[in-house]
């Protein structure tokens, strides 16, 4: 009976610590933030029935230094936009909003699933709680602790020039098609 006790009060702080985090706020205005990356998961991939759809990846000021130097300070958030497809003329385009996934650095708030607290907002509506907190360990840190190195964090930043005014000059000279 005692071995059962040991074994189940982790269990039990585990769970209760989760059920008491705070929820992970909206991120409003998130497109105007760091575009990270975007990419698209398409019929044959192995996430595709999950995740299927156009990706982008956004950073606010926090989580962008924390891309920068691999580790995520508090105050971090990561938005993972997920959009449906749809296909016309050979060309892929944005259909409507599936989630609008975050990662909340707080690593006192969030300690039990890394210091990172998890939410989806269903087809990206602020009162739609795909997730809660209290379901965070299952439904997305059992994945994010494959990449514990990585501050549990999947993505990576695309390289990104640090001169200030390089984007704008690529963008001025850049040949566009119309």
Known sequence: MFKLGLV?????ALS???AGAAEVPY???YRDWHHVKSMVIGPGHGLYEAFGGIHHI???AQAKAGYASGKFADGAVIVF???????ADGAIEEAGRKVVGVMHKDSK???????WGFEGFGAGDPNTRA?????AA????????ARRENDYVFSAARPWSQAPGNHQRAFETARWPC
Request: aromatic share 8%; glycine share 10%.
């Open 8 to 12: 189940a009060l982790p269990l039990v």
């Open 58 to 60: 956004y950073a606010n």
């Open 109 to 115: 708030q969030y300690a039990a699933t890394g210091g």
């Open 16 to 18: 209760s610590g989760l």
């Open 138 to 145: 299952t439904a997305c840190f059992e994945c994010h602790l």
């Open 27 to 29: 991120p409003a205005g």
């Open 81 to 87: 936009d997920l959009l449906d497809t749809k296909s």
């Open 131 to 135: 997730i809660t907190q209290a379901k």
